[in-house]
């Protein structure tokens, strides 16, 4: 760990749920309050690339990014897909927490979920709400199986509209969701990504090598990250796909904020807007991102970080 006088920079092991699991900590201004990032995926890992659009949090939180159980530095061969369900890491979730909160003498924290992160956050939200400030969703899941199948039919209609036939066809092969393997999924959201409904510019793999940073990444992470990825969704989508929000987690007492893409189309952004509607929740809004898909946070970062910095002191107790 590098610390200076105001600063905290590190990378460390810990022990989650009777699993070695990777957290990164740093801040310029560690009498601020936590902010604790619950990465995407299953499995897209973000601590090698989250340093560089992060850095103005630095300033206002300490700002912590974790390498989930299976995904990037905390994936190992001996995890048993017996392990990996949803109720596994909202305990790892709660125990990192409350490691956070003991260690750095806080109370609570801010916590941000992003896709697959979101319905842990949301869930986090509701079971834990004596753990958190407020609760800060990117590209919230609400409804996988409804959501999968408005992003099919986005991508079609764009397809149709482009005359791509090679789209077409093999959307067309594919079906309308739930599909029957990984392989269907990976062809629809290869178009969704042509069609500009991941990303508005650029995509998610130009996306990582732009953030990058050679201090926080190696060649055997590299292939940790890709294995993590391939397990973690292997592991976890069937049960992904069947969650629904807007039924498990009908109300929160903690307040609650979607920062939405209005080109999200991976996790199509109207099911954000149905469920804010009938969230009951002491605060509720949707901060909207004009320029941005699924990826807000690194799509617009300023305005992303911005938004964060402008919580503390209203949502602090």
């Known amino acids: 760990m590098r610390t200076l006088a105001s600063c905290i920079d590190s990378l460390e092991k810990i022990q989650l749920g009777g699993c070695e699991q990777w957290i990164s900590i740093r801040s310029r201004q560690p009498e601020g309050p936590i902010l604790l990032f619950l990465h995407g995926g299953p499995g897209t890992a973000q601590i090698f690339f989250s340093r560089k659009p992060q850095r103005e949090l630095e300033h206002h939180f300490i700002v912590v990014n974790w390498d989930q159980r299976g995904s990037g530095k905390s994936y190992n061969k001996n995890i048993k897909q017996s392990e990996m369900t949803i109720d596994t890491f909202l305990h790892d979730t709660q125990e990192l927490i409350e490691y956070l909160t003991k260690r750095f003498n806080k109370e609570k924290i801010f916590l941000v979920g ?36 408005v992003s099919y039919n986005y991508t079609l209609q764009q ?32 178009w969704l990504s042509i069609f500009k409904g991941t990303m508005r510019k650029g995509n998610i793999y130009k996306t990582i090598l732009a953030n990058m940073t050679l201090s926080d990444v190696s ?28 039924q498990e987690v ?9 920062c939405e893409g209005k080109y999200d189309y991976t996790v199509p952004f ?48």
């Open 114 to 149: 992003h896709s697959w992160g979101s319905i842990l956050g949301m869930k986090l939200a509701a079971s834990r709400p004596d753990l958190i400030f407020a609760y800060i969703g990117i590209g919230q899941i609400v409804d996988m199986k409804k959501g999968e199948i």
């Open 159 to 190: 397809a149709i509209k482009s005359n791509n036939n090679k789209a077409i066809q093999e959307l067309k092969r594919i079906g309308l969701p739930p599909y029957p393997d990984l392989n269907s999924a990976g062809i629809q959201r290869k």
């Open 219 to 246: 060649i055997s992470y590299i292939l940790k990250f890709v294995k993590g990825i391939m397990f973690s969704l292997q592991s976890l989508d069937n049960e992904q796909m069947n969650i629904n929000l807007m």
């Open 250 to 258: 009908p109300r929160v007492t903690v307040p609650v904020y979607f």
């Open 270 to 317: 109207e099911l954000a807007e149905e469920y804010i509607k009938v969230l009951e929740a002491p605060q509720k809004r949707i901060v909207w991102f004009d320029n941005s898909g699924h990826l807000p946070n690194f799509e617009e970062p300023k305005k992303f970080n911005d938004f964060c910095i402008s919580l503390l002191g209203k949502n602090e107790a």
